[in-house]
């Protein structure tokens, strides 16, 4: 089993935070979705919220190959 490395979990969410950057869909949707997460309406919140992790998990997917 891999251990590990001290700060590799940095490198990954700096990565991800480049791709988005670079990546103007991503952005905009990251943006969208992090303005709707405190919406009064719960079903607005839970559909940021969705969206949000779906717009993360998408540059982890190509930063880790």
Do not use: F
Not at 32 to 40: F, K, N, Q
Request: aromatic share 4%.
């Amino acid at each position: 089993m891999a251990v590990p490395q001290p700060g590799a979990e940095l490198g990954l969410l700096w990565a991800r935070a480049i791709e988005i950057a670079r990546r103007p869909d991503l952005s905009t949707r990251y943006a969208h979705a992090r303005g709707r997460l405190e919406d009064p309406n719960s079903a607005i919140a839970g559909h940021a919220l969705r969206e949000l992790t779906a717009v993360l998990d998408d540059p982890m997917k190509a930063v880790r190959g």
